[in-house]
């Protein structure tokens, strides 16, 4: 199975994929921007919905980007702690991408390689020092 995440909108998506890239189940939340807490449990509501366990999850896609800062954050973090448990390929795609996941599911990639990076499209905004 192949797990997708989502969390560039304030209603974050998951999807389940079969290893031919079927959609099997999709999840999308109606709690915004409270990624940090409904991810996970989600996740699990997800997988256990679908009478699966974390161990079949064979690879994860996650949108790494441009969109909301936080979610990002929450979400990246969570696919690549997943994928370094679970030693699966992670695949990061940008928003634009979404609809093109063969570039995911095409990996010849079988176990952990690296972690995704967030990918914000625009410079942080940091605001000057008062002292």
Do not use: C, Q
């Amino acid at each position: 199975m192949i797990l997708y995440i989502d969390t560039t909108e304030k209603n974050f998506e998951l999807r389940l994929y079969n290893k031919d890239g079927l959609l099997v189940d999709k999840f999308v939340s109606t709690s915004e921007s409270n990624h940090s807490e409904e991810l996970i449990k989600n996740i699990d509501a997800l997988i256990i919905g679908n009478n699966i366990s974390k161990t079949d999850i064979s690879k994860i896609t996650i949108v790494s980007g441009p969109g909301s800062y936080t979610g990002l954050r929450v979400g990246v973090a969570t696919a690549n702690a997943m994928a370094y448990a679970l030693n699966i390929p992670i695949f990061g795609i940008k928003a634009e991408e979404k609809e093109a996941l063969e570039l995911a599911f095409a990996s010849k990639l079988s176990s952990f390689d690296s972690p995704v990076e967030v990918y914000y499209n625009n410079p942080p905004h940091i605001t000057a020092s008062k002292k």
